[in-house]
């Protein structure tokens, strides 16, 4: 097969990638790795950028989202028995948040493409990238037992912080940074109303608390916990009176509970790779960067590189190689504000093995300053709704 572009992974970005490209009139094939039901199996966060949310508009796939997605104008912070709400329309001039699960994202996209009959490559083993040094990559993989090279001019890396990707660059061309944090997310799934209309981060002595939902009649809600804890160590009822227990009364009082029909453990931890480019072959989203989940980052960093992508993929066919040439540079600015925002939230929300009852009251103290500061405030919500593109 011979196309322009082979785009690796058939998550939300290679997706995302694959239709703005589509809409360009650029050819292009997504591999991926798992098969359609397993990618769509995943449970991943929701909240979505309006920058996101544009994007998917400007995709063609923005429909559903726009009638089922929940509009959030702002956000909770609880901390000493109370909870304060961070108004983000009015702090930004407009802009606000979207509620609409990564999966509904993934689907979205996933049936644009089926339905124009595109190129996708589901169950794609043993992939491998060859010749991205050089003017004529190539990927191949093996689907069903038959061996198959796909020759291109470009390989989009697309396929998260496990994939084959990144780990085919050689290591001397990479610089990496990490944070690993000492704590995890437990997040149940459960299909009860959210316990408020809008998110609730929730900074208490036994541990961070986020009320999130899925919609208005499914909730997600999270407690940190140890990294060497276990799922099975935690009872449906355990994980409700330990979410009670941090956040304020009036809330605690009205947290509908109900049987979990997904419960798991993941830890936290930042990490970026530098350059994002290599030749011809480009990394987007989880394969370049990733970020704790306290900011609603990951999606939306992933979804800004797929755009900057798009575009100067767009230029290269159009006879400009500016676009390709200042890729990882013009990603890799918006990728350290997210990530710095991302580091600072987590810092302040998360009780920290060795911080004491001293950093609990400096996170407390830096909380009112910023519920009483609209300068504060301002910063905090220019940042959640993400900065322009």
């Keep these: 097969m011979r196309v322009q572009v082979a785009i690796v992974g058939g998550g939300p970005a290679g997706h995302l990638l694959g239709q703005l490209l589509y809409k360009a009139g650029i050819d292009a094939i997504v591999i991926e790795q798992r098969s359609r039901e397993y990618v769509l199996g995943r449970i991943r966060a929701g909240v ?11 995709a063609g796939v923005g429909a559903r989202m726009r009638k089922e997605g929940l509009v959030h104008g702002g956000f909770a912070l609880g901390f000493g028995g109370s909870h304060h709400r961070i108004n983000l329309h009015q702090l930004t001039g407009g802009k606000n948040v979207m509620v609409y699960g990564q999966t509904e994202v993934t689907h ?34 093996v689907q069903h037992g038959v061996a198959h090279e796909v020759e291109c001019d470009f390989i989009a890396g697309c396929d ?62 999270y407690v940190q916990c140890s990294l060497d804890d276990k799922v099975e160590n935690w009872s449906d009822d355990a994980f409700w009176n330990e979410l009670r227990s941090r956040l304020a009364p009036e809330l605690a009082e ?26 011809r072959l480009f990394l987007a989203g989880d394969a370049a960067h990733i970020v704790p989940p306290t900011g609603a980052k990951g999606l939306n960093l992933a979804a800004s590189d797929v755009r900057y992508l798009a575009r100067a993929f767009t230029e290269f066919y159009a ?14 600015r918006r990728v350290w504000k997210a990530v710095r925002f991302s580091w600072w939230f987590t810092s302040l929300m998360h009780k920290f093995p060795d911080a004491g009852g001293f950093g609990q009251k400096i996170q407390e103290a830096e909380l009112d ?21």
């Design 48 to 58: 979505l950028e309006q920058g996101t949310t544009d994007l998917l508009d400007e």
């Design 108 to 141: 979205d996209l996933m049936d644009a493409r089926a339905a124009a009959g595109l190129a996708t490559a589901f169950e794609a083993e043993n992939v491998s990238l060859h010749d991205f040094d050089g003017p004529h990559p190539k990927v191949r993989y």
């Design 160 to 221: 998260g912080f496990h994939g084959v990707s990144r780990a085919s660059v050689p290591a001397a061309a990479l610089q990496t940074y990490e944070r690993v944090y000492p704590f995890g997310w437990l997040g149940v799934l459960s299909d009860t109303p959210p316990v408020s209309h809008e998110l609730v981060y929730a900074n208490h002595a036994r541990g961070f608390a986020l009320c999130s939902m899925r919609s208005h009649t499914r909730s997600r809600y």
């Design 254 to 279: 009205s947290l509908v509970t109900g049987p979990s029909i997904e419960k798991s453990i993941a830890p936290l931890r930042s990490f970026v790779a530098e350059p994002m480019r290599f030749g």
């Design 319 to 332: 006879g400009s190689e500016a676009g390709i040439n200042t890729y990882s540079d013009t990603c890799l």
């Design 369 to 389: 300053y910023l519920i009483n500061s609209q300068a504060a405030s301002t910063s905090l919500a220019e940042n959640y709704v993400g900065l322009p593109l």
